[in-house]
């Protein structure tokens, strides 16, 4: 009698992450979702809420595929850049990180060295000499798997083992997504190990709060950030060490302002970074209440809140697409088409005392929060 309630119990769980055969409101069908990656199953997940919002999930990199928000007109458009099918997710397609759960290392550690307990590790060098996010095969590109799903929230599973990227201990890391009934996703991540180890997760989604990049470029939209502090790079995007006030700087977005109106200005960090491409220290101190950044859109009237208990958020104008990738809709996603607002611990952390701790130990969890609120300016 056990064994047929523990089976019963399996099948329920089965059931319920399995995903939805019919078109999405986003237009995805979920059945180019269904197929494999390194013998591991992919799916899609849809979320919706009363208010006629829907998020699309996959569990491919854990990535955000679709956003389906409502405009000033009552219209629904959707806000985040990605592809139509699974498939091109992949990195032989395409090596993107579009709407990824990222890890274990989320930007960039120096010359990709750490130091625990006076074992350093050699990890990954994919970026400009730098091991960035995770290496090249770091969990954007890795199956996760589904351990509960509905209407409304979906937890999905990435086991690391020992060696991952040349990552130290066996990491067992989950991401929550939650749809709210007040148009908010609610980002939980989870993470344990078995050795120490370095974990700083985020989310990696692309936003275009016009809903249509081919016409509106992010340098358009207004953006606010409570920081006044940023952490200056060097020519190839690495963290200098300095924590540099952004007055008196284009890194100055304590009030509203355009993101185009300094983003090509006369500054050596514009320059290091192609645009804007850095990390804020936020002044919220970890208070989920607190607006960490605001982006508004004029051309749709979307406005998206960012909240997180992180210390930092990375923001990137995807200065590095370049009309070479076509996503959702065959769109071909352009220079500056999209904004990343990736929270965070600050950029080489590991090697970097004086800044916030990524170590992560046995017996202790790694827990991070990341909500993106949708509204109407």
């Keep these: 009698m056990k064994k047929t309630f523990f089976l019963a119990g399996v099948a329920a769980i089965a059931l319920a992450c399995a995903p939805k055969a019919e078109l999405t409101r986003s237009g995805l069908n ?27 999930i996959t ?66 060098q994919n970026n400009f000499g730098h091991c960035l996010h995770g ?43 939650t749809l709210t009934e007040d148009n908010a996703i609610d980002i939980a991540y989870e993470a344990t190990t078995d050795a120490p180890t370095v974990i700083n997760m985020t989310n990696h989604s692309y936003f275009n709060l016009s809903g249509d990049p081919a016409g509106h470029s992010v340098t358009e939209d207004v953006l606010c950030i409570n920081a006044t502090h940023f952490t200056p790079v060097d020519d190839t995007f690495m963290t200098t060490g300095e924590v540099r006030p952004v007055a008196d700087t284009p890194f100055d977005f304590t009030a509203p302002k355009p993101i185009g109106q300094d983003i090509a200005a006369d500054c050596d960090q514009i320059r290091n970074g192609k645009g804007f491409d850095h990390n804020w220290c936020l002044d919220t101190n970890g208070d989920l209440d607190s607006p960490a950044c605001e982006l508004y859109s004029p051309a749709s009237g979307i406005r998206l809140v960012v909240y997180t208990d992180e210390p930092g958020i990375q923001v990137y104008t995807g200065n590095f697409l370049d009309g070479t990738v076509s996503g959702k809709k065959g769109i071909v996603y352009q220079e500056r088409s999209a904004i990343c607002l990736e929270t965070q611990h600050y950029p080489d952390s590991p090697n970097k005392p004086g800044w916030p701790s990524v170590v992560l130990r046995p ?9 993106f609120a949708f509204g109407i300016e």
């Design 30 to 56: 979920p059945k180019d979702f269904e197929s494999s990656y390194d013998g591991a199953p992919t799916a899609l997940y849809t979320l919706t809420n009363a208010n006629g919002m829907e998020v699309c």
């Design 59 to 124: 569990n491919f990199g854990g990535r955000i595929v679709s956003i389906l928000v409502p405009d000033k007109d009552g219209q629904f458009r959707d806000v985040v850049l990605g592809f139509d099918k699974v498939a091109d997710y992949f990195p032989e397609s395409n090596a993107t990180d579009f709407g990824a759960a990222i890890g274990r290392y989320a930007n960039r550690i120096n010359q990709g060295k750490i130091t625990l307990d006076g074992v350093e590790y050699q990890l990954p």
């Design 135 to 177: 290496g090249p095969s770091g969990w954007q590109y890795k199956v996760f798997s589904c351990v509960e799903a509905d209407s409304q929230h979906v937890k999905l599973l990435c086991e690391s083992p020992d060696g991952d990227n040349n990552f130290p201990g066996n990491v067992k890391a989950y991401v929550t997504y």
């Design 363 to 371: 017996g202790e969890t790694y827990r991070s929060r990341c909500i």
